[in-house]
């Protein structure tokens, strides 16, 4: 993992309905999830203390020494009945992040290259 230039993972819950997001993110990839989710009238509403481990997957890319951003959203209904679409998922809002995150992706490519 270290050799990636940089690791993206969209964790749970993103677009849920009136939820904030949490970020966890290395140092020198702040600047740019502030700026790819600001085009796109987005925010980040909370950011995990520097080098604090996050859950799950995103957890294992830390300890592995990558670059990396890992956002998730919360949720009332997780692993509910009630979570589901229509309900459960801000479609409108599920799309300003894809936005934000493929055209923020499409930078760290032009980075690299």
């Not at 990636?4 to 990839?29: D, E, F, K, M, T």
Request: proline share 4%; charged share 20%.
């Amino acid at each position: 993992m270290k050799r990636a230039y940089a690791c993206i993972h969209l964790g749970a819950n993103i677009g849920a309905p009136r939820q904030p997001n949490q970020v966890h993110v290395s140092a020198s990839l702040e600047s740019w999830i502030a700026a790819a989710l600001e085009k796109e009238g987005l925010s980040v509403d909370n950011k995990a203390p520097s080098g604090s481990v996050p859950r799950g997957e995103a957890g294992t890319i830390h300890r592995g020494g990558a670059r990396y951003v890992a956002l998730v959203c919360g949720t009332e209904v997780f692993h509910n009945t009630a979570d589901r679409w229509p309900d459960a998922v801000d479609v409108a809002m599920l799309a300003r992040y894809a936005r934000a995150f493929a055209t923020g992706a499409l930078g760290l490519a032009r980075q690299r290259s």
